[in-house]
């Protein structure tokens, strides 16, 4: 996976001022506010920092939470994860692995077969539908 590297003035030009709240400063959009959280296009959910596959449309799924829910990236490399501490919780924080961005956060209480819950902010997504 290549690595995306931009100084804090390029990431500011490039990205609109949400997109840049919730991708770089670790922001979170209000929840059922967000573009995505009841699309269901067919398409591939990119990184909007910068363009990294991240998400297929076929795990998508109403989870209720208020944010677009994944039951699994589109590849095991696209992601990392970090222990998120804050607010008074222990959280699994979910970053695209090209530039770092903070996507959201991982839950295991997602459908049947992985059990997982990618909880991630629209602010950080560009749909690509097919």
Known sequence: MS??????????????PEQ???LREKGTEAP???????????????CAGCGTQLFDSDTKY???CGWPAFSAPASDETLEEETDAS??????????ASCGGHLGHLFPDGPAPTGQRYCINSAA???EER
């Open 62 to 64: 109403d989870s209720g």
């Open 3 to 16: 690595e995306v590297r931009k100084t804090d003035e390029e990431w500011r030009r490039e990205l609109t």
């Open 125 to 127: 997504l560009r749909l």
């Open 20 to 22: 840049y709240r919730v």
């Open 32 to 46: 059922f506010t967000g573009e995505y959280d009841h699309v269901f296009e067919p398409g591939v959910y990119r």
């Open 87 to 96: 607010h008074g919780m222990s959280r699994r924080e979910v970053l695209c």
